[in-house]
């Protein structure tokens, strides 16, 4: 009788995910609320300012007054709105600002569109004295996003500045301190991690403020100057895509302790012998002998540090000897005082310090990761954030849930408005646009445009529809091809 196990063919052990419990249950429902109903507020507010109830007579400079001391309030924001309309803004180009400023996440795919909404936020944020960062997903865009905004904010005088990967860092605290900063987001990461890492050093605020009243304060040297309102454009790709990716700022450690620990590692293995202290197999592999652990133990009891450890001193001298069987030219070469390895065949920093040591070349020391942080937990850091996203669907749960930005149209997503994307009205809905136009003509342009909206609603909500019941189908298909083990 065989004693072989044999599977259960039609189980399919796997562990299932913990169902949420009411209170997470509940806590999700309240928190897609606010998600849900800002761009209806925000809509009911736009249509209450454009009904004239803000104060058209108030002056530019009793405007600018107001909003440098108390902000975008209730009382400022009807006069703000009128004072714009007067200049000849939009009301698109407004509803954009200010759910920028009110912190959303603002559809819309027009580049013309986009850098007029920035320009006013921009120019917004500067009556207030906040500065602004516009953050794009590479310096192509940087160049391109910056040379708009510049022509849109001269009649404003403000101070525009930009942040390339090719920028000096001189330069750069210069540019940050301008009223509005265009920067790549690795760029506005990468300054920032450099901030925190100099300004961790000090050891306290008892610590700053003596580094203060000797002048050696470290946020005289710091590039940025906080995060105080970052919008970034391209919202898909940076607060989506790219979101998980670190951003890591390694150096390295000073150069004399690898120094001594190389020499005398090397110093070791260079009184071995070979077939009587350390074998060397097949594969090159090299194995010390147990006279050679006694030989090491013995020339290294007068040695301090590490060395008196013996795992640790064979393994340091084993790494020494096979060090010395690199030949230059094979395993390795020296170009410019530097040790350069064959591509694929990259070693551990320990065995570049013993062969910079065997070479007689200036040891680098060894590499340490001084700061780390994901593009998902900088823009998290911004005391305001905002965002242009091409295209809402299918991010506007995401951007809620980790960024706390609602969604707001702005303008329909690609592929949505365009000719024939949406079907023509019928027949009942003819007739009522003639009638309606018969008695006034104004009227019949009005009907056919609230007619045409509910079309679009519509037909938005059946293709919601249609996707949830999609996503439902490939979820229940996943579940009957695991659990008949054929492949899809």
Not at 11 to 30: A, F, I, M, V
Not at 226 to 251: K, T, Y
Not at 337 to 347: N, Y
Not at 372 to 387: G, I, N, S
Request: charged residues 25%; positive net charge.
């Amino acid at each position: 009788m065989s004693s072989a196990f044999t599977p259960d063919a039609t189980g399919y052990p796997e562990r299932r995910d913990p169902d949420l419990g009411w209170r997470q249950s509940l806590e999700r429902w309240l928190l897609a609320w606010p998600a849900r109903l800002g761009s209806r507020f925000l809509k009911r507010e736009l249509a209450r300012l454009e009904s004239g109830a803000g104060d058209s007579s108030v002056s530019s400079q009793v405007l600018r007054e107001g909003i440098r001391l108390e902000g975008l309030n209730a009382r400022t924001l009807p006069q703000w709105y009128a004072g714009m309309r007067r200049r000849g803004e939009d009301r698109e180009v407004l509803a954009g600002a200010l759910a920028l400023i009110r912190g959303m996440a603002v559809q819309c795919d027009t580049p013309a569109l986009q850098a007029s909404v920035l320009a006013l936020v921009c120019e917004t944020k500067a009556m207030s004295g906040r500065a602004v960062h516009v953050l794009t997903p590479d310096d192509a865009t940087t160049r391109q996003l910056e040379s708009r905004l510049q022509t849109l904010l001269q009649p404003s005088g403000l101070r525009l500045a930009r942040v390339l990967g090719d920028t000096p860092v001189r330069q750069r605290p210069v540019a940050y301190r301008a009223s509005v900063t265009v920067v790549s987001v690795r760029e506005a990461l990468r300054d920032y991690l450099g901030d925190r890492i100099a300004l961790n050093r000090t050891q306290g605020e008892i610590t700053r403020k003596l580094a203060r009243l000797l002048d050696r304060d470290p946020l005289q040297s710091a590039r940025m100057c906080g995060l105080p309102f970052g919008i970034v454009v391209d919202g898909n790709r940076s607060l989506v895509e790219q979101a998980c990716e670190p951003m890591i700022i390694a150096g390295r450690t000073g150069a004399e302790s690898a120094r001594l620990w190389a020499a005398t590692a090397l110093g070791l293995a260079e009184g071995l012998e070979e077939a009587v202290h350390y074998g060397v197999s097949a594969d090159n592999s090299i194995d010390l002998t147990a006279e050679g652990r006694r030989e090491l133990a013995r020339r290294g009891a007068d040695l301090a540090s590490v060395w008196g450890n013996a795992s640790r001193r064979d393994f340091d001298v084993t790494l020494a000897l096979q060090a010395l069987r690199f030949k230059s030219g094979q395993q390795y070469r020296v170009a410019d005082q530097q040790i350069e390895f064959p591509p694929g065949a990259a070693q551990s920093d320990e065995m570049l310090h013993l062969l910079e040591v065997r070479e007689g070349i200036p040891v680098t020391g060894h590499r340490v990761i001084r700061g780390k942080l994901t593009y998902q937990r900088f823009f998290r850091r911004y005391e305001e954030l905002a965002a242009i996203c091409g295209d809402l669907r299918g991010i506007r749960s995401e951007l809620w849930n980790i960024y706390g930005l609602a969604g707001f149209c702005l303008t329909a997503p690609a592929g949505v408005a365009e000719a024939g994307a949406v079907p023509p009205l019928g027949k009942g809905d003819e007739r009522v646009v003639r009638i309606i136009a018969a008695l006034s003509e104004a009227g019949g342009k009005r009907a056919r445009a609230v007619l045409l909206a509910r079309r679009i609603r519509h037909k938005r909500r059946a293709d919601a529809r249609l996707r949830r019941s999609l996503l439902r189908y490939d979820k229940q298909l996943e579940n009957i091809t695991a659990f008949s083990g054929r492949a899809e």
